[in-house]
T-cell receptor, first 114, second 112 residues
Framework: SAVISQKPSRDICQRGTSLTIQCQVDSQVTMMFWYRQQPGQSLTLIAT?????????ESGFVIDKFPISRPNLTFSTLTVSNMSPEDSSIYLCSVGGGFDYGYTFGSGTRLTVV | RKEVEQDPGPFNVPEGATVAFNCTYS??????FFWYRQDCRKEPKLLMS???SGNEDGRFTAQLNRASQYISLLIRDSKLSDSATYLCVVNRSPGGGNKLTFGTGTQLKVEL
């Protein structure tokens, strides 16, 4: 399965600022996924990032708040913009191993907004 | 109704016990199913895929009942190291965008 390097692993940010999270995969993948896991909750899909096209966002998530870049088949970034304390969460990237196979996750970015 | 529902637990069991988790899903078009394990403050990791015929991996057995739309995970001879949150995960059909939907997880605590 793919190996994903995600950074930063954690950050504490001031409200109103932005944070960019990076994920690097050790192999080329068509789709990368970005998730959020709020405290005590399960994972919620934010968006799907395809190389060469705009990301597809899930209901409740918008590009202005969570812009995503996918410049090539091994790399993606998620930016959390104009942060508020409600954005405090763990953000994870993921790649799939094929429809019937499991997905691999990055180690996550633990974000605290103060 | 949530797309994927699990009993949050916690399930507190003694070492060596057998424990079973169930999960139900609402989208009948779902095609693939997984159990993930998430340790505290860590990312989820794939435990096993779930196949229609049922499948076993060591002490772990997963089963799928498409008619009733539920998935189960059985853990035999529980170890202390099995303590974690177990996430039931469903993948919609390819036409649905190949997206994972996660249950909220069932917490397992294995005790001496």
């Amino acid at each position: 399965s793919a190996v994903i390097s995600q950074k930063p692993s954690r950050d504490i940010c001031q409200r109103g600022t932005s944070l960019t999270i990076q994920c690097q995969v050790d192999s080329q993948v068509t789709m990368m996924f970005w998730y959020r896991q709020q405290p005590g909750q399960s994972l919620t899909l934010i968006a799907t990032a395809n190389q060469g096209s705009e990301a597809t966002y899930e209901s409740g998530f918008v590009i202005d708040k969570f812009p995503i870049s996918r410049p090539n088949l091994t790399f993606s970034t998620l930016t959390v913009s104009n942060m508020s304390p409600e954005d405090s969460s763990i953000y994870l990237c993921s790649v799939g191993g094929g429809f019937d196979y499991g997905y691999t996750f990055g180690s996550g970015t633990r974000l605290t907004v103060v | 109704r949530k797309e994927v529902e699990q009993d949050p637990g916690p399930f507190n069991v003694p070492e060596g016990a057998t424990v079973a988790f169930n999960c139900t899903y609402s989208n009948s078009a779902s095609q693939s199913f997984f159990w993930y394990r998430q340790d505290c403050r860590k990312e989820p990791k794939l435990l096993m895929s779930v196949y229609s015929s049922g499948n076993e991996d060591g002490r772990f057995t997963a089963q799928l009942n498409r008619a009733s739309q539920y998935i189960s995970l059985l853990i035999r001879d529980s170890k202390l190291s099995d303590s974690a949150t177990y996430l039931c995960v469903v993948n919609r059909s390819p036409g649905g965008g190949n997206k994972l939907t996660f249950g909220t997880g069932t917490q397992l605590k294995v005790e001496l």
